[in-house]
Nanobody
């Protein structure tokens, strides 16, 4: 059973930093992407960042380039999102996601962690 558990959300002021973690378990796919999505109040869920296994390729949304970094932990099923220079528009629920490439087409979500950026 695939499980994704996010942690690290909270309330910060604009300009501050926050680090999110996602611990994945129950899967040993050969090729997959682990991603962070976010959903702001009243808006659709959007892709923030992805990291691909195997390898080290990453992808970041334009809105967070230069401020956010996605990385993988020592255990391959752990992924981090380092968020610097946070802005009020970064506020939302951040979800961890796994999408398989091989085998194709399976997708799993965590329950999310809330990030609030406000003065």
């Amino acid at each position: 059973q695939v499980q994704l558990v996010e942690s690290g959300g909270g309330l910060v002021q604009p300009g501050e930093s926050l680090s999110l973690s996602c611990e994945g378990s129950g899967f040993t796919f050969s090729r997959y992407a682990m991603s962070w999505y976010r959903q702001a109040p009243g808006k659709e869920r959007e892709l923030v960042a992805s990291i691909f296994e195997p390898g080290t390729a990453t992808n970041l949304a334009d809105a967070v380039k230069g401020r956010f970094t996605i990385s993988r932990g020592y255990g391959k099923n752990t992924v981090y999102l380092q968020m610097n220079s946070l802005k009020p528009e970064d506020t939302g629920v951040y979800y961890c996601n796994v999408k398989t490439i091989s085998p194709w087409g399976m997708e799993y979500w965590g329950k999310g962690t809330l990030v609030s950026v406000s003065s």
